[in-house]
């Protein structure tokens, strides 16, 4: 099993990222996703999470409205697009699915926020 993240980096307060995080060894079809961060110093939290048909969405209070989740079951991929970034957005960006077959993590990639 596999989840590998892409897409973080350094971006100015106000722009954009897209985060991927590709998925194997496993039915991505059957999993929910979702995205999760952490910050130095700071417990993990959920960004946001997809269902498996990709028909329902949730997001955490600080981050609706500007992020949006997505996924493509025929690339096996979960996306995360970031507009109007702020300097609290700054965190390690975790990819996780999860399902009664098990709860399986990427790595993590950095994103941060600064001018």
């Known amino acids: 099993v596999q989840l590998v993240e892409s897409g973080g980096g350094l971006v100015q307060p106000g722009g954009s990222l897209r985060l991927s995080c590709a998925a194997s060894?496993?039915?991505?079809?059957?999993?929910?996703m979702s995205w999760h961060r952490q910050a130095p110093g700071k417990e993990r939290e959920l960004v946001a999470g997809?269902?498996?048909?990709?028909?329902?969405?949730n997001y955490a209070d600080s981050v609706k409205g500007r992020f949006t989740i997505s996924r493509h079951n025929g690339k096996n991929t979960v996306y995360l697009q970031m507009n109007s970034l702020k300097p609290e957005d700054t965190a390690v960006y975790y990819c996780?699915?999860?399902?009664?077959?098990?709860?399986?993590w990427g790595q993590g990639t950095q994103v941060t926020v600064s001018s």
């Open positions: 996780r699915a999860g399902a009664l077959g098990g709860i399986f």
């Open positions: 997809i269902t498996s048909a990709g028909s329902n969405t």
């Open positions: 060894g496993f039915t991505f079809s059957n999993y929910y």
